[in-house]
């Protein structure tokens, strides 16, 4: 019932911000939960932040104070707003549209990903 679509990945140096994007289709956008998760070669996928329907907003303790996850469901986007970025933030990003931020990551649907690599 959503397709969501990434952009914003993207080479930078440490200490820089980024902010990804994932749009979403779908008339029911505003009912669920939007995370972003991330993987690195070699790594599990982590969840690094997650929004609920409500507001209430979840981070990684990795990302805590560094990352914000805004959602403008006017916009039926959601982002992920990276400063003082590190460079084992480097991984392949998704986004995540669920029903819940405790069952994200379980049959939920996914963006294509983008790369954010940065460099020391």
């Known amino acids: 019932q959503v397709q969501l679509v990434e952009s914003g990945g993207g080479l930078v140096q440490a200490g820089d911000s980024l902010r990804l994007s994932c749009a979403a289709s779908g008339r029911t956008f505003s009912d669920y939960a939007m995370g972003w998760f991330r993987q690195a070669p070699g790594k599990e996928r982590e969840l690094v932040a997650a929004?609920?329907?409500?507001?209430?907003?979840y981070y990684a303790d990795s990302v805590e104070g560094r990352f914000t996850i805004p959602r403008d469901n006017a916009k039926n986007t959601v982002y992920l707003q990276m400063n003082s970025l590190k460079p084992e933030d480097t991984a392949v990003y998704y986004c995540?549209?669920?029903?819940?931020?405790?069952?994200?990551?379980?049959?939920?649907?996914w963006g294509q990903g983008t790369q954010v690599t940065v460099s020391s």
């Open positions: 995540a549209a669920g029903g819940t931020i405790a069952t994200m990551g379980e049959n939920d649907y």
């Open positions: 929004i609920s329907s409500g507001g209430m907003t």
